[in-house]
């Protein structure tokens, strides 16, 4: 998807190490409001490249295939940005 929109190689697999690692951070709740940041910035970026350069609806024909998954991700992010790590989590003991 991010090639057929015109995206460099680099970024494409710059994106896929933020979304590996940043997921690992997330789990163990280690440097979470960093990760969830930078996540967040990635989701924006994806729906604005579903909207401007692929020009897909919200929400496709069939089940999924718009980018309403890529704006409940964003919502997800944000809320992990904003409330911060939880009492079971590595930076809650930092």
């Not at 896929?16 to 690992?24: D, S």
């Not at 930078?38 to 970026?45: D, H, V």
């Not at 964003?74 to 930076?91: E, K, M, N, R, T």
Request: aromatic share 12%.
């Amino acid at each position: 998807m991010i090639r057929k929109g015109g995206i460099p190689g680099l970024l494409f697999d710059l994106v896929g190490i933020l979304e590996f690692v940043g997921g690992v951070f997330l789990v163990f709740g280690l440097l979470t409001t960093l990760a969830s940041g930078l996540l967040a910035l990635e989701m924006m970026g994806t729906t604005l490249l579903h909207v401007i350069k692929m020009r897909k609806p919200p929400i496709n024909s069939k089940f999924i295939g718009g980018y309403e998954v890529d704006v409940l991700f964003l919502a997800i992010y944000l809320a992990i940005f904003l409330l911060g790590p939880g009492a079971f989590s590595v930076d809650y003991f930092l």
